[in-house]
């Protein structure tokens, strides 16, 4: 599939937005991190901002954006549709937990209340977003329960990080922050390698003898396209990404994602000065949105849609 | 709208004979060409006369070889919108564009209403839809819905653009949910089949197979007999018998 | 929730107006309806009514807006400024334009007028162009016949007087058996699809002999992946095999053939060879009953057609049938001998003649038909022998195309399948005497006519166009010795020969509608340098002038002096006439009309008005009244409505006389084109049942033809087995007559000059797999493409805007090339570079492309990086125009050497894998080409 550098950039910042905004939530819920309105103005700030960046983004991939309203109407049946009105009612909860925190709570409980809401939101969101992808039965890459837990782990990874760089600055621990994006990140580092050897050890069912039906006379093998230059199926569908430079990509995304934030991470654990511990949060973050951005643009260069096997025979 | 309508009693569709198909492309353009200035219109040419052209069709014909050797065949292959029963390409449709029509199943998009996600593009095994960059929404064959009930078309014309102009008449247009109609007939007569039936879409469209090859077919080898028998030369025997047969 | 669907416009009209015309996107004339909306074109579709597509349209004839509104359209006449291929140029007025082209060819026809050349391209409008040359006087004028496909054209003629290619087609409702050798697509695009997909549903047996399977070689029920150039002796061996199981309809060989004509047997006389004839000049036959010679016509006469016969004169004489059979019953002919060569195993041959026989013999047609013969016979029924054939360019483009074809209608005619249901049927105005009658009109004198049409049918060495000492009298060297039978000239040889002044030079070369210095030339390199070769001593071009009419921005525009701009097909008159290629059927005679549907929006007229109007500057007879006015001051639909050839014969023969009720002759009718609009655009005349088959030799259809003016008598048509005027050149190659070919030419005729069809291998072969070319090398023609007219086209480009070689995957493997490789293609004369495709599905020593994909950079107004430039790939540039020197030095050009057909597929070539790092690009490629002065081009449709 083609990687749309609009979805990349959506689904990787309103991920870690929704991500930040649940450990947001859950520290000032669980009283793990100060109600300072300047803490919670900035960290809801910048989850939220985050998030609507990458909804914004998501919308550069419309042919009509300005139409872009009409796609909360299918909910019904619609992952994209169900994704909208998800993140669209997480503002709900996400806004009264910023007011209740930088203003003061209007009714009481409003802050927890509203936290355990946000999460909820924001876990619905991030999975409807996996869910979009997971549910096309058309592309096997994308076609694998592990996408949507895939998905959330990353989001809550690095989100986690966000919050390390962030509590410091504002004087909080981030410890606890730390272990959860410790946690986070090694689940979604398990998460993602499983999913890799399940993508790698799927078998390639779909041929291009079935697609046209012709296989019981024989290897079907394209002789001439229907157009000589690529078309929007195949500029969109047949992108291809070499295997060897899959394969290295996966290693960058491992360092990068996993590895080294996972290093400087257990390192923050240690008593450090505080601007050590800033410097190595920035660090970690820096690696990880490097390292997610190659992971979502390997998601998508690594998914091969069926329809491929019309253009270029063999399987999918 | 993205959920499906309860199934349609008529199941408007076209049938594709393999066997016949020339692969001339006359479906496609005519195609093109209809679709160009009626309902889908614009369908997008980019670069049209430069050094990248490529844009916006509903139609488009491949030509495969199978099989290998003294085996293989060649066989062209148009492809489009199958009109699915129970297709996924509406039901991922976030804004309703994508539907299904209950009346005779036809697969359409809204022009005024889609927004050109693509997520539909997606969800197609078959590669039936375009983006049309040029108009921001997601093309299909229409199944040329505004030419099949034109009352300002002469009956015989009220039929899809491509089946009016394949020359060979390689494509059939009918009824697929009427067992009695023309299509369905032949689609029985030839064991028509679905395209990729494990995706469960339930293609209403059905191509027909390539027929047995002829070419080892056993005419009387009694023609041969005089080929063999008597004494002479070649000329001698075919003289004789020409002397023969004129003096009957 | 309840679902609502979108109400949509399901009647909106298709336009505002419908008009009819005919389609020019190939030269297949189909019925189209456009329609319009605002005044613009919105929609082309079939027209239901028309005989010739009877509603279906193809992929280029739905693209035809496209075209219409191409950027490439010329916009106005234009004059070279730059040097002769820069491509530079100056828009100029009509006035201007005419008065120059007036200036020059005035100046000519005052000196000598065969120095002007005028050549033409697929038009279809011969019959005018060709009286442009008869009047204005030059010998040297053809269409584009010579470079396509007049081995088929005059070996149809000559032997049985008509042809597939347009004269004939297969009896598709009743045949039951039918070989299709070498076609990819053809003129009869439309109708030979249509018939394909009734054949099938039939299940009718559809045998596809072509070295590759793509396109109808995909349906067919068998395909013959014969080697190049060998169909002669595939045919050849079914006849063989044919023989030998006694499958012969003798019945119809004695009723409408010469096989009983009694052939000299005197070695070394003046007419060995020659029919025997009476004191009257008849053709003698031996009558068995009567056991004497005979007037082979005679009716009652039950002739031999074997055996040995005295003449009077004491000689011996044989049957021309017996002479045939021992040729093809020979062992050269024998399958298991053809089959090294063909690639086509014995068994496979056989199997062929076998079902071959079976169809026609077993499968018998008869139709509730009654009609009565040409000797007075009653038959109840029409009763045919259902075996059909069609062949094309994979047969006529190889320099034994001449003889090929003749085999194939051998083939056709033993087994009594013309003209009969089930079999070939003619098309009005053919079946025509064979050889046809009339010859070509030698050179006139400066300010004169010629006494005839420029082209015609030469029988005997009488009837070149040769000096004293052999020396060609057309620039072209048509119907020399060189190539006696070239009934439709040689174009490929024009601007050769006018450069190297070989026979000698020409003052003005005017071309019409034919891409010569591209896809229509042979060796465009060296055309190319000829088209701009200066005389060192003056200065001065070889070619002093060219004046060229192209409706687009072609790659010979850049190498005319002047430009006369035409206008788009939708935007002229036109007529496809009975007096040049028709339209029409078996069923009957047919013609049409093309009526502007829109007007041009740029200063551009359609090429035959300005060609009436150049005639009448030129005061060229017949183009003028008494007075000097000129005579057809309406243009073309003026000429169409009221020329006449002979008194009541005009372009269009329906709605003659002056209420229009006449057909076929009759007074010009000024009402005549509305007639026509009114009906569609054309006018089928439909035979009556007894006048449907048997053309040849039906008295009802032969009587109403020459009413007709079709034929010049009402005489049954003999089919020439044995070609006596091949026999007659022959003879001249062995000393004999008056005209007799140079000393360097006579080797060449007597070999093939033979009288009876036969075998030989072609030109390129013998000569070239010394030098390691050990494929051939064969182009076709895509369905969707008309040679470089479909790479302007928005919509036809984008399906195919490069093509590459496709070469057998197991030849491929051996050398080590896989697809998508890069690979040099070369030849004797130079080297392509394309990317290759491996497939399975074509003859293991062959390799092939679609033709005329490639184009030069900045051409048809595309930029410069469109793939039909930088990866798309001409064979043309491997093709040599002119054969290794032989006989004394002398080249001869690469055309069978009968006809001067060019040998297109004939060519001979290596393939080589690209080095590594070599550009991925195609090779040559020549300096890209400058736009045309051209006024902002309309944003397309
Ligand atoms: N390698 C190879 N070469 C071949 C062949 C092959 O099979 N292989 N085939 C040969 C044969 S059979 C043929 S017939 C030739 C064809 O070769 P050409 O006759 O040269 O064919 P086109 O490229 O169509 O060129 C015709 C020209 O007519 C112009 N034209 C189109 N429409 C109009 C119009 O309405 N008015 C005017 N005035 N001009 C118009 C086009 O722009 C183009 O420049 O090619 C020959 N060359
Ligand atoms: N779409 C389209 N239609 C056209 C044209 C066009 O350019 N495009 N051009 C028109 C013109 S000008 C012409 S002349 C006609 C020509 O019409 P066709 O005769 O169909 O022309 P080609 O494509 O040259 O096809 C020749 C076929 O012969 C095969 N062949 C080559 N060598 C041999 C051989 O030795 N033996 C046998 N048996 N087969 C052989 C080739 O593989 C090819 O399939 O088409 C006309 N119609
Ligand atoms: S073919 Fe594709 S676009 Fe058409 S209905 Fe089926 S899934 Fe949808
Ligand atoms: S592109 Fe249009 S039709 Fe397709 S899913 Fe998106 S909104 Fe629906
Ligand atoms: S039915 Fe209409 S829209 Fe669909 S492929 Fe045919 S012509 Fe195109
Ligand atoms: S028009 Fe008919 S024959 Fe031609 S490609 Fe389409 S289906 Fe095949
Ligand atoms: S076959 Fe030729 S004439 Fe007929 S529709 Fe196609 S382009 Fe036009
Ligand atoms: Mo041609």
Not at chain 2, 43 to 72: I, Q
Not at chain 3, 298 to 322: E, H
Not at chain 3, 409 to 438: E, T
Request: charged share 20%; aromatic share 10%.
């Amino acid at each position: 599939m083609h990687p749309a550098y609009s979805v990349i950039v959506f689904t990787t910042a309103s991920g870690a937005g929704y991500g930040l905004l649940i450990w947001l939530s859950a520290g000032v819920a669980l009283g793990l991190v100060p109600r300072t309105p300047a803490l919670g103005f900035t960290g809801l700030g910048i989850a939220l901002s985050l998030v609507t960046l990458g909804l914004l983004s998501s919308t550069l991939h419309l042919g009509r954006p300005e139409r872009a309203w009409r796609a909360f109407s299918q909910w019904r049946s619609s992952w994209l549709s169900r994704e909208g009105v998800a993140a669209v009612a997480t503002y709900l909860p996400a806004g009264a937990l910023g007011l209740g925190w930088v203003f003061g709570e209007t009714m009481p409980g409003q802050v927890t209340t509203a936290a355990w809401l946000a999460i909820a939101g924001s876990l619905v969101t991030l999975w409807c977003t996996g869910k979009i992808y997971s549910s096309l039965t058309t592309i096997r890459a994308w076609n694998q329960p592990l996408v949507p837990p895939v998905y959330i782990a990353l989001a809550l990874g690095t989100g986690g990080l966000l919050a390390c760089a962030l509590l410091p600055m504002f004087g909080a621990d981030a410890r606890w922050a730390a272990a959860a994006s410790v946690v986070s990140l090694v689940v979604g580092w398990v998460l993602k390698r499983r999913y890799w050897t399940a993508i790698d050890s799927a078998a390639r069912t779909h041929t291009a003898e079935a697609a046209t039906g012709l296989g019981h006379l024989g290897t079907v093998r394209p002789l001439d396209p229907p157009h000589t230059q690529p078309n929007y199926v195949m500029r969109e569908m047949g992108y291809q990404v070499a295997r060897r430079h899959a394969l290295k990509l996966r290693k960058v995304a491992v360092g990068l994602l996993f590895l080294m934030p996972l290093a400087l991470l257990i390192w923050l654990l240690a008593p450090l000065p505080a601007f050590a511990q800033l410097t190595l949060a920035i660090a970690a973050v820096l690696s990880g949105v490097i390292g997610v951005l190659v992971e979502r643009w390997l998601f998508f260069a690594e998914a091969e849609h069926v329809v491929v096997v019309y253009y270029r025979g063999g399987a999918a | 709208m993205t959920s499906l309508p309860e199934a349609s009693a008529k199941k408007l569709g076209l049938v594709i004979d393999l066997d016949t198909c020339v692969g001339c492309h006359a479906c496609a353009t005519s195609c093109k060409e209809w679709n160009s200035n009626g309902y889908s219109a614009p369908l997008t040419d980019d670069d049209a006369h430069g050094g990248d052209p490529h844009g916006t069709w509903l139609n488009r014909v491949h030509s495969y070889e199978v099989g290998d050797g003294a085996e293989s065949r060649t066989v062209n292959f148009p492809r489009s919108c199958l009109h699915c029963e129970t297709p996924a390409c509406v039901t991922v449709c976030p804004t309703g564009a994508s539907y299904k029509r209950a009346s005779d199943g036809i697969v359409l998009v809204n022009p005024d209403t889609c927004i050109g996600c693509k997520l539909c593009s997606w969800a197609c095994p078959y590669g039936a839809r375009e983006y049309d960059h040029g108009d921001g929404t997601m093309k299909k064959c229409t199944l040329c819905v505004d030419r099949i009930y034109n009352e300002t078309m002469a009956p015989e014309d009220r039929v899809p653009a491509c089946v009016r102009a394949c020359p060979t008449g390689a494509r059939h247009f009918g009824d697929l949910g009427d067992p009695q109609s023309a299509v369905s007939i032949l689609v029985a007569e030839r064991a028509g089949f679905d395209l990729l039936p494990e995706f469960g879409y339930n293609p209403v469209n059905k191509y027909l197979p390539p027929r047995a090859r002829k070419d080892r077919e056993v005419t009387p080898r009694a023609i041969e007999a005089p080929l063999r028998a008597g004494p002479g030369s070649n000329a001698d025997r075919f003289f004789a018998w020409v002397d023969k047969a004129l003096s009957r | 929730m309840r679902r609502v669907e979108p109400d949509i416009a399901l009647s909106q009209p298709s336009g505002d107006e419908i008009k009819t015309t005919t389609c020019y996107m190939c030269a297949c004339r189909c019925g189209i309806r456009v329609h319009l909306k605002d005044g613009k074109v919105r929609y082309i579709d079939g027209n239901r009514d028309h005989p010739v597509n009877k509603g279906v349209i193809c992929a280029k004839g739905a693209s035809g807006i496209m075209t219409h509104t191409s950027p490439s359209r010329l916009r106005a006449p234009l004059k070279r400024v730059g040097p002769r291929g820069s491509g530079e140029f100056e828009e100029i007025s009509w006035d201007e334009a005419l008065a120059t082209a007036t200036g020059w060819l005035g100046d000519v026809r005052a000196r000598d007028p065969s120095r002007l050349a005028f050549f033409t391209g697929r038009d279809q409008s011969q019959a005018l162009t060709g009286w442009f040359a008869q009047q204005y006087g030059t010998q040297n004028f053809a269409a584009h016949g010579g470079f396509c496909s007049v081995n088929m054209a005059a070996a149809g003629l000559y032997t049985f007087g008509g042809s597939f290619w347009e004269f004939g087609e297969p009896d598709w409702e009743h045949t039951r058996y039918f070989l299709l050798f070498g076609v990819a697509e053809d003129h009869a695009s439309n109708p030979i699809k249509t018939a394909l997909g009734k054949l099938k549903g039939k299940g009718v047996k559809f045998v596809a002999i072509n070295p590759v399977r793509t396109g109808y070689g995909a349906i067919a029920d068998e395909w013959i992946g014969i080697r190049p150039g060998t169909d002669g002796l595939f045919v050849g061996s079914l006849i063989h095999e044919l023989m030998r199981a006694q499958k012969i309809d003798l019945d119809y060989l004695v009723r409408y053939t010469n096989a009983a004509w009694l052939v000299i047997e005197d070695k070394g006389s003046p007419d060995d060879g020659l029919f025997a004839r009476d004191a009257e000049g008849k053709p003698l036959a031996f009558d068995r009953f009567a056991g004497g010679l005979a007037d082979a016509a005679r009716p009652g006469v039950s002739p031999a057609l074997t055996g040995t016969f005295k003449l009077a004169d004491g000689r011996s004489a044989r049957p021309a049938f017996a002479l045939i059979a021992e040729r093809y019953l020979a062992d050269e002919y024998a399958p298991e001998k053809t089959a090294a060569a063909t690639g086509v195993p014995a068994e496979t041959t056989r199997r062929i003649a076998r079902e071959l026989a079976h169809a026609a013999f077993e499968q018998q047609v008869t139709l509730d038909i009654p009609w009565t013969d040409s000797t007075g016979r009653r038959h109840e029924k029409t009763v045919g022998r259902p075996v059909s054939m069609h062949a094309m360019r994979g047969i006529s483009a190889h320099a034994n195309g001449f003889q090929t074809c003749r085999a194939i209608h051998l083939l056709q005619i033993v087994l009594g399948s013309i003209d009969c249901p089930g079999g070939f049927r003619y098309k009005a105005p053919f079946p025509r005497p064979a050889p046809p009658a009339n010859r070509p009109a030698k050179p006139s004198k400066p300010g004169t006519p010629l006494s005839g049409a420029p082209l015609g049918f030469p029988q005997e060495p009488n009837d070149l166009l040769v000096d004293r000492d052999g020396t060609p009298q057309r620039i072209d060297k048509a119907y020399s010795w060189d190539a006696p039978l070239a009934a439709h000239g040689l174009m490929h040889m024009v601007i050769t020969n006018a450069a190297n002044a070989d026979p000698y030079p020409v003052d003005v070369l005017f071309l019409f509608m034919a891409n010569m210095s591209w896809n229509s030339s042979m060796n465009i390199p060296a055309v190319l340098k000829h088209l701009t070769a200066t005389d060192p001593a003056t200065g001065e071009y070889r070619i002093p002038k060219i004046i060229y009419s192209d409706a687009y921005a072609s790659e010979m525009v850049a190498y005319a002096d002047l430009i006369l701009p035409d206008t788009t097909y939708l935007e002229r008159w036109d007529c496809i006439s009975l007096l040049d290629r028709p339209i029409s059927g078996p069923e009957g005679p047919a013609d049409a009309i093309r009526q502007p549907v829109v007007e041009p929006d740029r200063d551009v007229r359609g090429f035959q008005s300005v060609l009436l109007d150049i005639g009448a500057r030129l005061k060229l007879p017949g183009f003028v009244t008494e007075s000097g006015a000129p005579r057809y001051p309406g243009g073309y639909a003026d000429y169409i409505v009221n020329h006449e050839r002979a008194p009541g014969i005009g372009s269009l023969a329906g709605f003659r006389g002056a209420d229009g009720q006449a057909y076929g002759r009759g007074a010009a009718n000024p009402n005549q084109l509305n007639a026509y609009i009114e009906a569609g655009c054309f006018h089928q005349h439909k035979l009556a049942p007894d006048q449907l088959y048997y053309k040849h030799a039906n008295p009802a259809y032969l009587e109403w033809a020459k009413q007709m003016g079709f034929i010049g008598e009402a005489k049954p048509v003999v089919f020439q087995l044995y070609l006596e005027s091949l026999q007659k050149f022959r003879l001249a190659a062995r000393g004999h007559g008056a005209v007799v070919p140079p000393p360097g030419a006579r080797a060449r005729i007597e070999r093939y000059f033979d009288p009876i069809p036969f075998w030989y291998a072609p030109f390129e072969s013998e000569t070239d797999d010394a030098g390691g070319f050990t494929f051939s090398a064969i182009t076709q023609r895509p369905m969707h493409m008309y040679h470089s007219w479909g790479t302007h086209n928005a919509w036809l480009r984008q399906v195919t805007a490069e093509n590459c070689l496709y070469m057998h995957r197991g030849r491929a493997v051996q050398l080590g090339i896989a697809d998508g490789d890069w690979v040099w293609i070369a030849s004797a004369i130079g080297r392509v570079k394309g990317r290759v495709r491996l497939m399975e599905g074509v003859n293991p020593d062959t390799v092939w492309t679609w033709n005329a994909i490639g184009r030069r950079a900045g051409a048809a107004a595309l930029s410069p990086d469109a793939p039909e430039a930088t990866r798309g790939f001409l064979l043309n540039h491997l093709i040599t125009e002119l054969l290794p020197e032989r006989e004394g030095g002398y080249r001869f050009s690469n055309s069978d050497p009968i006809t001067g057909q060019a040998a297109w597929y004939d060519l001979r070539v290596s393939i080589e894998k690209v080095a590594t790092g070599e550009a991925r690009e195609t090779s040559p490629r020549f300096e890209p080409l400058p736009a045309l002065p051209a006024r902002e081009p309309e944003a397309a449709l």
